[in-house]
């Protein structure tokens, strides 16, 4: 219980350790997966090396309750399944350049456009298309500890939201869209609470069509070849 009660307020390094800690032991185990039914800690908020050893669980009863945990919601289902069809069509880099700028650039950089707010995106050459479309359209699926979004409220009443970019013994530093910072002092703040969201929004698909996808997706591949200084193999082509 203890373990848990500190989870609301604890920043990324914290959380790590905490989620190491209540995986050690099979009550402890227990104990998390409950709270993740009970929507107290949310299942986006375990990162994927953490939901990987709860799904690889040597208990097949824990195994099963995570494996339910962890899947899609049925409207993240639905636009997956929509946007299938984007990973069967060529796209357009250029064009996906120009989507990822409208789109993405207040958080990501890449090839040069954009602000470097969330994680890394820029080396995809290890992620297939269908990897980048589940990240795309369903962020919350598992969070780095690092980029979960934050709420702070302070004692003058001021609301913050943003990730926590880094915290001192006297102070802590938010990061938001377009990488602007806001450094508050401990004793100015009243309430730190993660979200359990990405900060990155769910629902990308009521502002792109499926045909923009593909470009996105063709952009995230091949961003590296088009100044055209290093040649587009067939094997990098998505």
């Known amino acids: 219980p203890a373990l848990l009660a500190a989870w609301a307020s604890a920043g990324p390094a914290v959380r790590r350790e905490l989620t190491d800690a209540l995986l050690r032991r099979p009550d402890r185990t227990t104990a998390l997966l409950d709270a993740l039914e009970a929507r107290s800690i949310a299942p986006g908020e375990i990162d994927a090396a953490a939901s990987r050893r709860l799904l690889n669980h040597g208990d097949a009863a824990l195994r099963a309750r995570a494996a339910r945990l962890f899947q899609p919601t049925s409207s993240r289902q639905t636009a997956l399944a929509r946007y299938q ?18 789109q993405c650039a207040t958080c990501h950089s890449v090839a040069g456009v954009g602000v470097r707010v ?7 050459r290890t992620k297939t298309p269908e990897m980048l479309l589940n990240d795309i359209l ?10 979960v979004s934050y709420t702070v409220a302070t004692r003058d009443g001021k609301v913050l939201t943003g990730l926590i970019d880094s915290e001192t013994a006297t102070s802590l530093t938010l990061r ?39 470009d996105l997706l063709a ?13 587009l193999s067939d094997s990098a082509k998505p």
């Open 85 to 102: 069809a984007a990973l069967k069509q060529p796209g357009d880099s250029q064009r996906g350049r120009e989507v990822f700028r409208s």
């Open 118 to 124: 969330g994680p890394d995106i820029s080396d995809t």
């Open 138 to 147: 369903n962020p919350n699926a598992a969070i780095d500890a690092n980029y």
């Open 176 to 214: 938001r869209a377009e990488n602007q910072t806001e450094v508050l002092l401990k004793p100015e703040i009243e309430e730190v609470r993660s979200s359990g969201q990405s900060l990155m929004p769910e629902a990308l698909e009521q502002t792109i069509t499926v045909d923009q996808m593909a």
């Open 219 to 231: 952009f995230l591949k091949n961003w590296r070849y088009l100044d055209g200084g290093v040649p």
